[in-house]
């Protein structure tokens, strides 16, 4: 895992050289990201993993409105039961990306973005040992939340920091989202 890593950090800083001409006014980026959800908890079943998919067109100052799409997982063990929740969030936000910092060569951005987000919730409660009859249960609803984080592009690999807020969410009202991903530019 190491040594993707450093390849696609090292990857990104020889290629840079080469996409100089991109961030420009009116041209269309794409990014796919992937991720941990709430840190490093690899003890109790506990690693959540989500995916985010974003658009969107530059405009002046290498800013952009942008629409992103993604999907959060996560198991969330109850002590003290035996049942297991298991978390899963479908959300689509729209919000702006707006430059903090750059480079002479456009190769290297620090950016700051807000969104507001409209998730769909599952949480399914089941049971973790083999010889239950019980059927799992679980509940869904729409939630109104927002996405707020940093994201560091290093043209083309981009790491992101966000902080998801939905209050009327009954299992969990804040997540940590830390991605890396890649942004292509058409």
Not at 36 to 60: C, K, P
Request: some cysteine.
């Amino acid at each position: 895992m190491k040594q993707l890593i450093c390849l696609l950090f090292f990857c990104g800083l020889t290629y840079t050289p080469l996409i100089a001409q991109v961030h420009l006014k009116g041209q269309r980026f794409y990014d796919l990201q992937v991720g941990l959800t709430d840190g490093f908890q690899f003890a109790d079943n506990q690693l959540g993993i989500n995916l985010l998919v974003s658009t969107g067109v530059y405009n002046r100052k290498y800013n952009a409105w942008k629409t992103t799409l993604g999907v959060l997982q996560k198991p969330l063990p109850i002590t003290g039961s035996e049942s297991l929740h298991h978390l899963c969030q479908f959300g689509v936000g729209y919000g702006y990306e707006f430059n903090l910092c750059r480079n002479p060569l456009r190769t290297r951005f620090i950016r700051g973005f807000i969104q507001p987000v409209l998730l769909y919730e599952s949480v399914r409660t089941g049971q973790t040992t083999l010889d239950s009859t019980k059927a799992p249960q679980g509940n869904s609803r729409l939630l109104l939340g927002g996405d707020v984080g940093f994201d560091i592009e290093l043209s083309p690999l981009e790491v992101s920091i966000r902080q998801r807020w939905q209050p009327n969410s009954g299992i969990q009202p804040f997540h940590t989202l830390f991605s890396i991903g890649w942004r292509f530019h058409r």
